[in-house]
């Protein structure tokens, strides 16, 4: 998670922030115009087609998962136990939701190794550094953040200065997001990728960064320099559940997700960590998401495909609508599964591919909400009837992030008065007297008013799940949309409370 010092230190220059690009999500522009084709997706053919089956298959997904409102109320799970040393912060209780890591074996061209620099106090790794093999493709859909970070400006400037081609390493630190230091911080990113090259034979805009942590704090480059030898030393290529926990912030589990595809007949391994707790919003969560594949794939293909499934996946997720500083997701390919090179997004050869892509995305997405900072409740918000995709997706973000409708989710109330509120609230398009809501396939309102089928205690029972869904229809139109959310707690003033001290 990304937050401010506890003391403002010196600072020199001026903010390095990028300019926020104008779409959805900023992304890394190995080709000039891939951003613009990615927000003319509307009109463009191809990329309408893809996105409409990838919103339909991401709301399958997570559906098939929600409880039924006749399906057997679970009982009180007890207390979960704090986590017990490692990553995260000290004495964080595991998430109720959390999710196991799974089995990710290697990825061809990909070794990883962590270490500890020491931005924590407590004994935890801290630093991951991943080595790609020669003439990997590299494709990136950062922040919209105004404010920005130093090692989000570098990745944005150098993958539009190589377009993406052979990328050689990824570095990141969890403990300080270097943001908001202006040119000292930019400094320092600069040393460490000219460090990381040296040692590995690279040019340094061959190799990424990413930070997270605090803000406000120049990031001591020297921490990590320091202990590149001895990382690069312990590079390996079977390293996945490593590479998870050393970029833990307030996280209480490590998150991970794998899958393979075929193109053209040549399975291919897709594999990808992400973390975040806190400030997650739509339009990038408070995260940090590297995904790799041994498929052979043009970086500008790869770009279009990175870009194009943010939009139905980590920007349809919200824990407190927050928008980080650092956001960074990105995605490697090293062209050593022996499949063919892929040029074009809409190749045919690529259609289990982009499917399997964006579920790995996807299942990354959720487990950044079930990890939301003290989330006891995993909702799903649909929205259905609006006037469009974009307004549909406003009035699920809106209800999604109302602390009155989310402290009602912790608290097992069904208002569903709450949920019209917000529904108001987002000052889109509704027909009010044929605004219906449901949780599951129970109605609370239909056509207006109060369900005449309306039953309390059968609400009341299904919102003591731990997953559940609210379903909206607002009655101007056909546009819908899905946003993945969960509940405020109690343990959420208490995370972030406290979190410098």
Known sequence: MTKTPQKAGKTSGKTTAAKAPEAASGSANPVAAAGAAIERALVDPLTSALKRAGLRRAQKSAGEDLASPTAPVPAKTA?????????????????????????IPPIPGVEIATGRAGFYKHEREDLLLMRFAEGTSAAGVFTRHGVGSAPVDWCKRQLAATGGADVRALVVNAGCANSFTGRPGADAVRRVATAV??????????????????IGVILDDSKITARLPEVEARLKA????????????????????????LIDGVEVKIAGIAKGSGMIAPDMATMLAFVATDAAIAPAALQTLVSLYTRTTFNCVTVDGDRSTNDTLLLFATGQSGAPKISRPGDKRLADFREKLEGVLLDLALQLVKDGEGATKFVKITVNGAESPASARKIARTIAESPLVKTAFAGEDANWGRIVMAVGRADEPVAREKISVKFGDLYAARDGLVSAEYDEAKMSAYVKNQEFEVSVDVGVGKGSSTVWTCDLTKQYVAINGDYRS
């Open 197 to 214: 090259g040296k040692r590995l034979d690279c040019r340094q805009r061959d190799v990424m960064m990413a930070s997270t942590g605090v």
């Open 79 to 103: 207390p979960a136990k704090p986590v017990s040393g490692g990553a995260g912060k000290p004495g964080l209780a595991i998430s109720p939701l959390a999710v196991p890591f799974p089995v």
């Open 238 to 261: 079977d390293a996945w559940a490593e590479a998870g926990r050393a970029i833990m912030t307030t996280d209480t589990f490590p998150k991970g997700a794998y899958a393979t595809a």
